[in-house]
């Protein structure tokens, strides 16, 4: 059974940062693309960052230049690196897992992140 395990969350003055980590486990399969979505209070779910198995990365627009993912193929984590955090930012946190040949993604439980101005 695939879990995945986060951690890194919590409360940061704007300006400040944070570094998520993410490490997924229970899977025979290859892992394709990792990544961290978030939700805004009241808003919807949104792609932050992710990065693929050749190493290839996209963010958001709005955290371009400010996050920086990256993976450790080993260990199966995929961290998030936050810096200049800015209220806006402030949202669950949610790791994404897809792994090669299966259909559906898996999440992760969710950390909260709280930038406070």
């Known amino acids: 059974q695939v879990q995945l395990v986060e951690s890194g969350g919590g409360l940061v003055q704007a300006g400040g940062s944070l570094r998520l980590s993410c490490t997924a486990s229970?899977?025979?399969?290859?892992?394709?693309?990792m990544g961290w979505y978030r939700q805004p209070p009241g808003k919807q779910r949104e792609l932050v960052a992710r990065?693929?198995?050749?190493?290839?990365?996209n963010y958001a627009p709005s955290v371009k230049g400010r996050f920086t993912i990256s993976r450790d193929n080993a260990k199966n984590t995929v961290y998030l690196q936050m810096n200049s955090l800015k209220p806006e930012d402030t949202a669950v946190y949610y790791c994404?897992?897809?792994?090669?040949?299966?259909?559906?993604?898996?999440w992760g439980q969710g950390t909260q992140v709280t930038v406070s101005s």
């Open positions: 994404n897992v897809r792994y090669t040949g299966v259909r559906s993604d898996y």
């Open positions: 229970g899977s025979t399969f290859r892992i394709n693309a």
């Open positions: 990065i693929i198995s050749g190493g290839d990365t």
